[in-house]
């Protein structure tokens, strides 16, 4: 099934329509037209090591990586039913015209960069896979993947007063949407064990799928100047702020509830 997902997405995507999820079913519509070219996309749960890709991909001369931008939670509405009218009239609706937002803000931000293109990569914009995929026809995807078990050890030690209980629904819900978009979007996968392990390797990997050159600087991230480093903008806490990449730590041996067991079979641990 989700090879037949993916082969519908190329084909629609070379006929000038787009397959989108509607009340449950895959549909074509037309693809809008966007200012920016071929945006990337870093799809992961938290805890994943996302800052630490994002700031790799930033060191490359060509590619610009910010922060998370929470896109998700930028949204345009109507406030008066005579607003909401006037725009469909021109043939806008609330979700469309917040796409416009997101394709200006996201064309500015690259301009102001300096660079040629842009990855964009908060995390919970995975619960919005099938609407980046509307917005962005063009869009390149790229999916990092942990072990389940070492995020869910992450997440509690950033965050400790969730309890154990919430921290599994959490990743859970990170991982499910995920594993959908994964299923359904072509793109590249990498994981955050063979990142860590081999970054070098790794990185030249990414920059073969985004269509740019190599340059061994990008693994020495320290070196550039990626903004600030805190909470809600991406990882804050003192290893990625050593601005070398660190070994992972060993999978941690704890008894994962069934859903992230099965979650971890489907993406490949």
Not at 48 to 56: A, D, P, Q, V
Not at 149 to 176: G, H, M, P
């Amino acid at each position: 099934m989700a090879w037949r997902k993916q082969v519908n997405v190329r084909l629609a995507r070379k006929t000038g329509m787009q397959v989108v999820h509607r009340q449950g079913k895959l549909r074509l519509v037309p693809v809008p037209q966007r200012e920016l070219a071929a945006p990337g996309f870093l799809f992961s749960s938290v805890r994943s090591g996302s800052t630490l890709l994002r700031m790799i991909l930033n060191s490359h001369s060509e590619i610009f990586a910010p922060h998370e931008l929470h896109l998700a939670h930028i949204k345009v509405k109507c406030e008066l039913p005579a607003a909401k009218t006037a725009m469909e009239q021109l043939g806008f609706t609330e979700r469309e015209l917040t796409n416009m937002v997101w394709d200006r803000l996201l064309t500015k931000a690259l301009r102001d960069s300096g660079k040629k293109m842009l990855v964009e990569k908060t995390p919970n914009l995975v619960f919005q896979w099938a609407r980046v995929a509307q917005a962005f026809p063009d869009a390149k995807f790229i999916y990092l993947l942990r072990h389940p078990a070492s995020i869910l050890d992450s997440w509690q030690r950033a965050r400790t007063t969730q309890t154990f209980d919430e921290a599994v629904a959490s990743v859970t819900k990170y991982l499910t949407a995920l594993h959908e978009a994964r299923t359904s979007l072509p793109g590249h996968t990498v994981r955050y064990e063979d990142l860590t392990g081999d970054p070098a390797g790794e990185a030249r990997k990414i920059c073969a799928y985004l269509g740019v050159a190599y340059e061994p600087a990008m693994v020495e991230y320290g070196k550039a100047d990626h903004g600030p480093l805190v909470a809600g903008l991406g990882d804050w806490q003192e290893k990625i702020k050593t601005g070398t990449v660190q070994e992972a730590r060993p999978v941690p041996q704890i008894e994962l509830p069934d859903t992230l067991k099965t979650l971890a079979i489907d993406l490949g641990y």
